[in-house]
């Protein structure tokens, strides 16, 4: 699934722009994917976004996305946002590069061991693991493997 939204940018085609960029690369990876484009008129500002999501065979959840800003092409939003899925669903990862660092706070505060494969290590998610191991959390990452010995945090 895919939504390119685009605010003010109709005339420019800038929805359907990043979305065809993005659609034939999945597709040329051999996946489906289904789009719904956005034009929107109500909002303040022009602008322009691009997010996908889909589902591995293993069925993890992926997602991208990518916000315009000037300069920045609806096809090189497009063609960054599904290199990006693309890299993470190839990854053999059980979660996207995004929400890999976000989950290590929900890891940390449960009890017992958590434990999930990363796309690949990224700075965020080394400084979320220090913040965590601060509280007593433990933490450790082997190759692409997080796991995360939580405090079991009750009220």
Known sequence: MALPLA???A????????AATCEAQIRGAGMACAIDRVDDATAVHAGAC??????????SWFGADRAGKFGRSSEQIGRFVA??????????????????????????????MSSYTVPRA????????????????????????????????TR
């Open 7 to 9: 605010s003010h940018l």
């Open 122 to 153: 990224s700075t965020h998610l080394a400084s979320n693991l220090w913040l965590v191991s601060q509280f007593g959390a433990h933490a450790t990452v082997l190759a692409r493997r997080v796991e995360i010995n939580g405090i079991g945090l």
């Open 83 to 112: 290199t990006t899925f693309l890299e993470d669903v190839r990854s053999g990862a059980t979660v996207d590069r995004h929400l890999a660092d976000q989950l290590v706070l929900f890891c940390a505060l449960a009890h017992g």
């Open 50 to 59: 691009l997010a996908i999501w889909g589902k591995s065979s293993t069925g």
């Open 11 to 18: 005339a420019q085609r800038v929805s359907e722009r990043m």
